[in-house]
Every structure is written in structure tokens, then in C-alpha cells.
């Protein structure tokens, strides 16, 4: 053989041995008690549950910039006035409820109690009307509650569901089978119908009594918290949306001053002889639905390391900042897993890091440390982030994201030696093969990619902030130890957390951004797996 050949042959393995020293070396400063005494802040009690741009989730910012800063890592945003900052601040915009009810003359129903919402029903100042019986609500060819009725200015009570005939059969059909008017969204045919009779308001009266009814409440003011959920643009709400009030029979007989008992004669008055109503209970109404806009203030940190012969390139770290707050009841949710794991590991990596680079060791490519905000409303500051970002999505090579390292499930209580690995091989071969050899060199934790799967029911690569980058056509890998009983809970606290079991999963995620950072091809986008 050559002698030269022989000598590059040889150099070339002392280097790249050399490199891999120099990685074990740095990955011994992540270690169980960093983490803890980091996850101790990042989860007090004092953070009430870091909840998005609320003042512990900036307490939260505030820490980790702070660290960011002693590592000597630079600011990777910019503020308005041109100052570079660790903050990239975004706002998010929030429509709720403001003042909703029901009245009928002395008496003011109590939204969520004793009446529901099903859509946006918008009434800004309250309004009176009379209000009618108007039988199942339904205007078919085969039967109509409107042929003789005359709603136009008034609102109308309807009954759920559709008329029956004594053998079952259902009076629209003529079968068993329910027509769209007794459908599971019914309800929309019929305020479609009462709207183009010139009704106002229209009112549902639910079958359900008791402790039934009291759970459809519950049900329907959970469904309904979607109308309350921030966006990251404003939304303009459509006045002429399909909306109607469900209201018990006993809420619906005092509207109309009438008795519980003749409301069945009624519906059974109509079920037996298959025609509308000829005489119609009424009575007055008012109605107040009010809604209200807000924003919310919040920010990611970026803390950005400088690579140096490739630095042009950009490694991303991601792991949320915040977490749900505080529990209607006053309980704090900590999230000391969820995302606290996830938080203090990227300081843990960064502080790895930036020993290296004052030894001269730094990263080739550069690194940003990415906390986001917004995760658990929907993946907002990940997606502000593919949409403003800092540098050049065209030159971010990956994204390792953490979301939740530091428990078990139910699947792994046996062997804790484990962590899910979700999206390594979506976009990049190579990156996949990096993780694996990364593991198999230095933690040899079980890589279990059963979430990995695209028949996976739980979908969980598309729910964390990772995905914000792998649409964009950014490899990413996203380190998850799986849901367990405390998942958004007050139980998710740092006495549970197992630290030996993180600082080797944190040692992977650096591991594999060592090889990320330093190789000298990046890695290639190179296929397209579900």
C-alpha cells in the first residue's frame, strides 16, 4: 500500500476517534443534577403551571435566557427597535365568551348550567322576541311544522330529534332509518330551516333529564372551548352563523309559561296524528351572547451558537417552555415532564456545547436553542417560528425536538432503558442512520418506534413542535418517553421525573447533534415517508 495513502488513512481515523473522545467528554457535563436543579425552578409552584404568556411562563424565558447568556450563547432574535434579544415575541389572538344568557320574564338562565351553546350564536346587546313553539322544527316536503306558522321576527322552540309513528318508523323517511333532521347535527337543518322563515333564535329542547342532561352540559361546554382557542391571526367571526340554544324541557316549558307535562302532550300530539301543531304555546324571550377578543403576549427563546467553517448551516433544539397552568379548581399544573424534561435538557446540551467551544472544540455548523410557547394551544410558537424564522429555513439542516423524557408509561413500567423516537427516517435516511449509531456508540437505550408508525392512532408526529419543521421539509427526530398517568395533571411534578433515565436520553439528543453539526456533508433530504 502507499505510504501517503496509508498516512491519510491513519490521520483520518485518529481524527475522527479524536472527534469521538472529544463528544464523550463534553456529554459527561450533562448530568442528573444540572437537570434537577434546573427542573426544580422551571416546575415550582412559584411558575403556576407556566401557562402560555402568562408571567410564569415569562419567569420561565427569563431563566433559560439567563442561562443561555452565562453559556455564552448570542441572542438569535430582534426586538422592534433593532436591540438583538433572546425573545422572539409574538402575540396570539383569543375569542371567548364574555356575557351569555337566557331570560324569560323574571327569570335569567345560567349559561353552561342550565342552557348550551351548539355554534357561535353572536347577540352583543341583548334582545327580546317572541318566542313559539314550533313543533320538531322541520320544513320538508312530506311534512312541515312552518306550513301555518308565521315566525318571521319571533325565535322558535323546537324538539330534538323527528317524529315517530307508534310502530317506530320515522314520519320523514317512512323507515326506521333517521332522516337529516334527526341526525346526530340536526340541529343545523333546523335553525337553517327557522332562519329562512325569518326566525331570530332558535331553542332545542334536548330528551335528555337528570343526571343525563347534566352530563350533556358538561359534554357541550367542553365541545364548545374550540370557539375559545387563540390563533395566531385574528378571526373575524360571521354574524349569520348556524347556532342554537339547548335548553332542558323544564327551561323550555317557563319560556313558553307553560307545564312539562303538556310540552309531551305536544310531541306526542304530533308523533300520533303525523301533522304540525294547530295551536302554538308562546311567550317573550331575551337573549345575550357576547363575545369577547384578547391577545396574548407571549414569546419563543432562541439562543443561538455561531458554527465555524459551515456556519451558514443551522442545527435546530427544540422543547416547549410552557405548559396548561393553573386547573379551574386552583390546582397548578406544573408539567415538570411536560415540557419541563424538555426545557432544562436544552440547557443541558447548550452548556455541552459551549464547554466544547471554549476549548476550542465548537460545532462546525451553527445551533439554535429553541424553547417555544404555544405548544399546548397548537403548536403556535413552532409555527410562528417556520413562518418568521431567524435564519434561513433553506439552511437548517434538522430539528431535534424534546417533548416530554422524563417518566414511563404503561408499556415500558418493566424496563426503563427506552425512549420513542418519532420522524428520524421521514426525510432523511441518513439522519435515522445517525441516531442509531449515535445510540448503539454511547447510551444503548431500546429505540422504540412504535409511534412512529403513520397507522399509529395517537398521531403523535404531528403533535409536537417538531412537525412545524418537518412540513416544511426539514428533517427532524422528536425524543418522547410516552403518556402517563400525571399527563396533564397537577401530578406531573419533579419528585417523579427519573433523572438517570433523562441525562441518557439528553446524552443521545447531543450525541446526534455532535454528528449533525460536525460531519462534513449535511445530511441529505431524501425521501418522503408518511
Not at 350533556?216 to 347556532?243: D, G
Request: hydrophobic share 35%; with cysteine.
Amino acid at each position: 500500500m502507499n505510504k501517503n495513502l496509508l498516512a491519510g488513512i491513519l490521520l483520518s481515523a485518529a481524527t475522527i476517534a479524536n472527534a469521538q473522545d472529544d463528544a464523550s467528554k463534553y456529554a459527561e457535563s450533562i448530568n442528573k443534577d444540572d437537570l434537577k436543579k434546573h427542573l426544580v425552578i422551571i416546575a415550582s409552584d412559584s411558575l403556576e403551571g407556566r401557562d402560555t404568556g402568562s408571567p410564569g411562563q415569562k419567569k420561565a424565558a427569563e431563566y433559560v435566557s439567563k442561562y443561555y447568556k452565562q453559556f455564552g450563547l448570542q441572542p438569535g432574535a430582534t426586538d422592534a427597535d433593532g436591540t438583538k434579544s433572546f425573545l422572539q415575541k409574538y402575540t396570539l389572538h383569543k375569542r371567548s365568551w364574555g356575557e351569555v344568557y337566557v331570560k324569560a320574564g323574571d327569570k335569567k338562565f345560567e349559561f353552561n348550567k342550565d342552557f348550551y351553546l351548539n355554534g357561535i350564536l353572536l347577540a352583543p346587546e341583548e334582545s327580546s322576541s317572541e318566542v313559539v313553539l314550533a313543533g320538531y322544527g322541520i320544513d320538508d316536503q312530506a311534512y312541515s311544522d312552518y306550513k301555518d306558522l308565521d315566525v318571521k321576527g319571533k325565535s322558535v322552540i323546537v324538539f330534538e330529534g323527528e317524529p315517530k309513528a307508534a310502530d317506530g318508523k320515522c314520519l320523514i323517511s317512512g323507515t326506521a332509518e333517521k332522516s337529516k333532521w334527526g341526525a346526530a347535527v340536526g340541529w343545523q337543518s333546523k335553525v337553517k330551516a327557522a332562519h329562512e322563515k325569518g326566525a331570530k333564535y332558535v331553542f332545542i329542547i334536548t330528551d335528555k333529564t337528570g343526571d343525563d342532561l347534566d352530563k350533556e352540559i358538561r359534554q357541550r361546554a367542553v365541545m364548545a372551548r374550540r370557539f375559545n382557542a387563540p390563533t395566531l391571526k385574528p378571526v373575524q367571526e360571521n354574524p349569520n352563523n348556524i347556532a342554537a340554544v339547548g335548553v332542558s324541557q323544564d327551561v323550555a316549558a317557563q319560556i313558553l309559561n307553560t307545564s312539562v307535562a303538556k310540552l309531551a302532550k305536544n310531541k306526542a300530539a304530533i308523533d300520533k296524528s303525523g301533522k304540525p301543531l294547530t295551536k302554538n304555546p308562546t311567550g317573550q324571550v331575551a337573549v345575550k351572547a357576547e363575545r369577547t377578543s384578547e391577545t396574548i403576549e407571549t414569546e419563543n427563546v432562541a439562543a443561538f451558537m455561531e458554527g465555524s467553517d459551515k456556519k451558514e448551516e443551522v442545527l435546530v433544539i427544540s422543547a416547549h417552555l410552557d405548559h396548561i397552568g393553573i386547573s379551574p379548581n386552583g390546582e397548578i399544573n406544573n408539567g415538570a415532564d411536560d415540557d419541563g424534561s424538555g426545557t432544562v435538557s436544552l440547557l443541558e446540551i447548550a452548556e455541552a456545547f459551549s464547554k466544547a467551544k471554549a476549548e476550542g472544540k465548537g460545532p462546525r455548523r451553527s445551533i439554535l436553542f429553541l424553547n417555544v410557547t404555544g405548544e399546548e394551544k397548537g403548536l403556535f410558537g413552532s409555527e410562528y417560528y417556520s413562518e418568521n424564522p431567524l435564519f434561513p429555513l433553506k439552511n437548517t439542516i434538522a430539528d431535534l425536538n424534546i417533548d416530554m423524557i422524563g417518566r414511563v408509561d404503561e408499556a415500558h413500567k418493566n424496563d426503563h432503558n427506552y425512549v420513542y423516537l418519532i420522524g428520524s427516517d421521514k426525510l432523511s435516511s441518513k439522519l435515522h442512520e445517525i441516531s442509531e449509531e449515535a445510540n448503539k456508540k454511547y447510551v444503548n437505550f431500546k429505540l422504540d418506534y412504535t409511534f412512529n408508525d403513520p397507522k399509529d392512532p395517537n398521531r403523535f408526529y404531528y403533535r409536537s413542535d417538531h412537525y412545524n419543521f418537518a412540513k416544511v421539509g426539514i428533517p427532524v427526530i422528536f425524543y418522547f418517553t410516552g403518556v402517563h398517568e400525571d399527563y396533564h395533571k397537577p401530578g406531573d411534578d419533579v419528585e417523579k421525573i427519573l433523572f438517570e433515565k433523562q441525562t441518557a436520553i439528553v446524552k443521545l439528543v447531543f450525541h446526534t447533534a455532535w454528528e449533525l453539526v460536525n460531519r462534513d456533508e449535511r445530511i441529505a433530504v431524501d425521501s418522503n415517508k408518511e
